[in-house]
């Protein structure tokens, strides 16, 4: 699986919009681009993912460049209840699914 | 629905002891995983399985460590004669189908494990 390169830390005033850039240079045409956040002692929770085209659900949307080395994901108006560690994933289809995780971005949301 | 459950939540065991952690997916989810978070760390993969069998075991860290899955449904881990750097969460997950991108993991809250 391609190896993605994210800021070990940001900080976003509460009710602006939080946005994660994440770097996926060496990712493949059949690689997804996951994005998981973790909030302290919980597991993981999945936001949402993408192949080539931007994606919007009800918790985040995700901007993935044109030739695919990077992405953003959007918090569109971050609550405190934001502040998590966020991890970009970039997953092979049909080899088990298992994520890899690398060190993630801190986000504090600040009031 | 429920979601992944875990369970215990807390365990604390001596050093050489063996110990089980218990995973129970949610239900008609085929694929399920193991990882860990030690303090510090970022999660690591451990094993998935397809059904009751685990086609990938390759983040199992030595032969102490074991996993089986019965029914397709629940799980046990097992860490034989614990060492104080297996001290960490263990976090289970499921996801309905695991060649599918599209399909995410759910996880579990965990079990947080203490060697002494």
């Known amino acids: 699986d391609a190896k993605t390169t994210q800021p070990t830390s940001m900080d976003c005033a509460e009710g602006r919009a939080a946005n994660l850039p994440c770097n996926h240079s060496?990712?493949?045409?059949?690689?997804?681009v996951y994005w998981y956040r973790q909030i302290h002692s919980q597991g993981p929770q999945y936001i949402i993912h993408?192949?080539?085209n931007n994606e919007t659900n009800e918790m985040a949307s995700l901007i993935i460049t044109e030739d695919r080395k990077s992405s953003t994901l959007i918090l569109p108006h971050a609550t405190l209840r934001d502040t998590a560690v966020y991890y970009c994933?970039?997953?092979?289809?049909?080899?088990?699914?298992?994520?890899?995780f690398g060190q993630g971005t801190e986000l504090s949301v600040k009031p | 629905g429920a979601g992944v459950s875990q369970s215990p939540s807390n365990k604390v065991t001596e050093k050489g002891k063996d110990v089980e952690l218990r995973c129970d997916p949610i239900?008609?989810?085929?694929?399920l995983y193991w990882y860990r978070q030690s303090l510090g760390q970022g999660l690591e993969f451990l094993i998935y399985?397809?059904?009751?069998?685990?086609?990938?075991k390759s983040g199992l860290p030595s032969d102490r460590f074991s996993a089986e899955r019965t029914g397709g449904s629940v799980s046990t881990l097992t860490i034989q004669r614990t060492q104080q750097e297996d001290s960490a969460v263990y976090l289970c997950?499921?996801?309905?189908?695991?060649?599918?991108?599209?399909?995410?993991?759910?996880f579990g809250p965990g079990t947080r494990l203490t060697v002494t």
């Open positions: 997950a499921s996801s309905l189908a695991p060649t599918a991108a599209i399909y995410e993991q759910y």
């Open positions: 239900s008609g989810h085929t694929a």
């Open positions: 060496t990712i493949s045409g059949n690689e997804y």
């Open positions: 399985f397809q059904g009751n069998s685990a086609p990938d």
């Open positions: 994933i970039v997953r092979v289809v049909n080899q088990g699914g298992k994520l890899i």
């Open positions: 993408g192949l080539k």
